[in-house]
């Protein structure tokens, strides 16, 4: 599980036609060879099957809503769904965390876009929302928006469990909260480091017993910053304080007081901060 891949599969591209659930296990597009969604609660899902299984499945193509797992039986409802179930708390995490999902259609999902036989690789998708509601059933049941990712090469396509080696270039995904997020594994290790609070107001952020908080570069990546994605240019930050930060409505200081705010970061002692990234930040970023 600690090797749970998400993003993109080698040798695999999007219209890819796979003749069973096995031949989809074996390429490692999606694992389980009966489960609809390939993940677990702890990493997040990194894949789904659409093949039929669930009557409120709706596919319109690049946006689909998707019913969770659970309380099915040949294809009817017959129990409530949880999001406590193994493949709903994956999908949340996926959506909580900006992991991207591959998407497979099998022959037996009623839509257009479904192969006339076998399965079909329909590329990347990311969890954009999830809801609850009574199902055609009677039953209520877990729902999960997913939208098509047009550029998935720009995606992080790494095993989770691992800090990436050097300076590599972060991924771009899409926050389901209000804007558009860098998440990379390093980052994700840096959250879980302060166990999702907030370095600077000490709030984190819950939903469904899944920890939200997003990874913020003190000296901006790319043009025409060029900052690194490493540990002493990274901080855990509320999405607030996030913003506040990228705007330069405060900075940092050497002591880690908050520079145009009151107050001071806080920084586990595993964690520190390059003094440089910080001067850039206050002489480049922050409001004059």
Known sequence: MGNRHFGEVIGVKEGDVFADRQ????AGVHLPTVAGID???KLGSSSIVLNGGYVDDLDLGEEIIYTGHGGNKDGKQVAHQSWDDFGNKGLLISELQGLPVRVTRGA???SPFSPAS???????YRVTDHFEEVGKNGFNICRFRLEKIDTPTSLFTGNVGSLPAGKAAPGRTSSTVIRVVRDTALSREIK???GYKCQVCGVAI?????FYAEGAHIKPLGKPHNGA???????CLCPNHHVMLDKGVFG???DYTLYRMSGKIKVHAKHSLNKAHLKYHREHICIK
């Not at 031949?23 to 074996?26: G, T």
């Not at 819950?206 to 899944?210: A, L, N, P, T, Y």
């Not at 994605?229 to 901080?235: A, R, V």
């Open 252 to 254: 940092i200081n050497d």
């Open 23 to 26: 031949a989809l296990h074996d």
């Open 108 to 110: 037996k999902h009623k």
């Open 118 to 124: 076998g399965y079909q690789y329909a590329g990347l």
């Open 206 to 210: 819950e939903v469904k017993g899944v």
């Open 229 to 235: 994605d490493q540990p002493d240019n990274l901080l």
């Open 192 to 194: 879980k480091l302060y």
């Open 39 to 41: 993940g677990d609660s």
